[in-house]
């Protein structure tokens, strides 16, 4: 594989096409880990990799830099992995399949993982090119950061030196991240109540099909549909209309992607195929119409089964199903007061899974405001308990507060403009980055966050813009020699 092999960005693409070969999902990082730790021993730099499978390499700064303050640059090496139904693809085997679309680098049928593998590969061609001018560099690699951020929650800071800070984990070019929400993924389990199938009803699967998903935090300002929400409202339906029985229900993989797909396997009396079949199709429009400028291709189709199946859950467990996928959070729950058009906090029904035991939800919660967090966190619970399920919160991390007087913040800012001339864009987002933790960690950080164009991340439609992640690495050249 060497789809990129003709693109000219320093090394930052051949090692971007080298993290790509290597499988890298959360909680899955071991090897991409070890290609880095390998990479600072071939070049006889200063690595430590911890039991979590972070890394830090050092290098010093170049020629007429030593003395100057360390910088610390830092990205996280998991990606998050989701395909399209009809791709064969194994995440923790296979490697991406890269092909090149115009200006656009992606992947066949998959997540590209350019969030967060473009910072790697930056970080990777900073601390190879001995040509740069540049301060001491503290390159931190973290884990896990798509499923909670666990990578840097347990991060050892007690080797680095730096106080100014570049998280790269931007997804547009021109911004410059200066504030990020705080969240927690708040998991529901139902109990799988059973009882055994009934002879005289035929199995079918409805699948709800060609929802763009996307990051449930940069895009869930654009109010697009999720498929655990229409896969509720559809079984809801269903049981206004007949007497059925509901084997099992599942939507996405991934509490940090608005889920893009889901099954629910039903039992219903051979004589009303017809009358679901109507209905599914006059839900598919309703879909389709409540959502005309922000889906294009709702489907919901229904086929029949042939596998054996012995027991259906209970009518009491369907119908906490059904209430819970309606009437838990999903989506926008409050704007900011402060900033025009950033959302303030928001929540995710990311994934639906039947297991043995029980039914697991897992939402992913953010807020810029802690008591706004709590409140839906606290709403979550008080659903869960009047459904007769359990939750449990996980993974919660703080935001990264503004702060007005940064001097990283006035350097990158001046750089950009006498660059391009004009104003970058100083943003806060509604998603979370790593700052937070770290800002915890060491006292003092001055802290910032960049990275180049990429477009539908989290999802198989993801893409990063060539030609910006060339303009992004001859910004930060520029930026590492005015901080040398």
Not at 34 to 56: H, K, M, P, S, T
Not at 326 to 354: A, C, F, H, R
């Amino acid at each position: 594989m060497e789809a990129l092999k003709n693109l000219d960005c320093g090394r930052v693409f051949y090692y971007f096409e080298e993290i790509c070969k290597i499988p890298h999902g959360s909680s899955h990082e071991m090897a991409l880990s070890d290609y880095i730790v390998r990479f600072a021993e071939e070049r006889g730099l200063y690595c430590r990799q911890d039991d979590r499978y972070n890394v830090v390499i050092k290098k010093p700064g170049s020629a007429g830099c030593e003395a100057a303050p360390p910088l610390i640059v830092q990205g996280h090496i998991d990606m998050v992995c989701e395909k399209n139904a009809d791709v064969v693809h194994d995440f923790q085997n296979d490697p991406l399949d890269l092909y090149i679309d115009g200006d656009f680098i992606r992947a066949r049928g998959t997540t590209l993982g350019a969030d967060n593998g473009i910072a790697v590969a930056y970080m990777l061609a900073m601390l190879e090119d001995d040509t740069l001018v540049h301060p001491p560099l503290e390159a931190v690699f973290t884990v896990e950061e798509e499923i909670g951020m666990g990578g840097a929650a347990d991060f050892d800071a007690f080797d680095l030196e730096g106080r100014r800070f570049l998280n790269m984990d931007t997804e547009v070019e021109g911004d410059l991240l200066v504030s990020c929400c705080g969240g927690r993924r708040m998991r529901v389990y139902l109990p799988a109540k059973r009882e055994t199938r009934p002879m005289d009803k035929t199995a079918f699967a409805v699948r709800i099909r060609g929802l763009k998903g996307g990051h449930s935090g940069a895009d869930i300002h654009l109010q697009r549909a999720s498929a655990n929400r229409l896969l509720g409202r559809t079984l809801y339906a269903l049981r206004e209309l007949t007497a059925y029985h509901l084997v099992q229900a599942d939507g996405g993989n991934m509490d940090n992607a608005i889920c893009r797909e889901a099954d629910a396997v039903i039992l219903i009396a051979p004589e009303q195929e017809g009358a679901v079949r109507n209905l599914l199709a006059e839900l598919e429009k309703m879909f389709q119409e409540e959502y005309i400028s922000r889906e294009t291709a709702i489907t919901i189709t229904m086929e029949p089964l042939q596998e054996e199946i012995q027991q259906t859950l209970t009518d009491e467990t369907r119908d906490q199903i059904i209430a819970l996928l309606m009437l838990l959070p999903y989506g926008v729950q409050t704007m900011s007061w402060d900033m025009d058009g950033l959302v303030e906090s928001s929540s995710n029904i990311g994934i639906l899974k039947t297991r043995e035991e029980d039914i697991f939800i897992d939402n992913a919660v953010r807020s810029s405001v802690e008591s706004r967090k709590e409140l839906i966190c606290q709403k979550i619970q008080e659903i869960a308990v009047l459904c007769g399920a359990k939750t449990e919160g996980v993974h919660d991390y703080p935001g990264w507060k503004y702060e007005p007087d940064s001097e990283i913040l006035e350097i990158f800012r001046q750089t950009y403009i006498d660059l391009r001339g004009k104003e970058p864009n100083v943003q806060a987002i509604h998603a979370g980055v790593e700052c937070g933790l770290f800002s915890r960690k060491i006292e003092g950080l001055d802290m910032i966050s960049i990275g180049p164009d990429m477009y539908d991340v989290h999802t198989p439609d993801e893409r990063l813009s060539i030609s910006s992640t060339v303009r992004v690495w001859e910004y930060l050249k520029e930026v590492l020699k005015r901080l040398g």
